[in-house]
T-cell receptor, first 114, second 115 residues
């Protein structure tokens, strides 16, 4: 089984809809991240969390919110989706004391907002 | 804030050739990590190689090696004996050592290996 899973893998929604992307991990890592990938722009950080009680904004947090329900679960919400939020979304995890602070990525969720 | 620049949006080489992907970065930090990630059409992000800034020796992983020039803030990736399976997007990424936030990525280089 994959260590970092994301659901759904693909989602098409309409402008104005609320949508939640979910991430789960079995690696026992304390840190979790959400990134967004757009063609030609690389990956950009949306939010990150050190533990259940700690949530931090990243470079592009506007229009998004997150919830760390447990150490293993980190959800990303779009309260009112808009077309320019169409992108590939990645969840990642790392161990605070890990070597290189290496991040492990989920398989990604492709979101299309019509 | 750190920035990472990949100046080659796309590269194409013949199978078995050697190819070098460029990456430069800007930071005021002295202790940090650098990474190269591969993203094949499956879209999975795969770590290829990593380097600690305080280590002068260049990292090597099988056919993949880096040329790390700390003073020049340059971190290029060399792929030897390129294979068709190396076709992918390649991203250079930076992380401050001990920093709690995420990776800073470049915009990527699309590498195509021609048969």
């Amino acid at each position: 089984d994959a260590d970092v899973t994301q659901t759904p893998r693909n989602r098409i929604t309409k402008t104005g809809k609320r949508i939640m992307l979910e991430c789960s991990q079995t690696k026992g890592h304390d840190r979790m991240y959400w990134y967004r990938q757009d063609p030609g722009l690389g990956l950009r950080l949306i939010y990150y969390s050190f533990d259940v009680k700690d949530i931090n904004k990243g470079e592009i947090s506007d229009g998004y919110s997150v919830s760390r329900q447990a150490q293993a679960k980190f959800s990303l919400s779009l309260e009112s989706a808009i077309p320019n939020q169409t992108a590939l979304y990645f969840c990642a995890t790392s161990l605070a004391s890990g070597s290189y602070n290496e991040q492990f990525f989920g398989p990604g969720t492709r979101l299309t907002v019509l | 804030a750190q920035t990472v620049t990949q100046s080659q949006p796309e590269m194409s080489v013949q199978e078995a050739e050697t190819v070098t992907l460029s990456c430069t970065y800007d930071t005021s930090e002295n202790n940090y990590y650098l990474f190269w990630y591969k993203q094949p059409p499956s879209r999975q992000m795969i770590l290829v190689i990593r380097q600690e800034a305080y280590k002068q020796q260049n990292a090597t992983e099988n056919r993949f090696s880096v040329n790390f020039q700390k003073a020049a803030k340059s971190f290029s990736l060399k792929i030897s004996d390129s294979q068709l399976g190396d076709t992918a997007m390649y991203f250079c990424a930076f992380k401050e050592r001990g920093g709690a936030d995420g990776l800073t990525f470049g915009k990527g280089t699309h590498l195509i290996i021609q048969p």
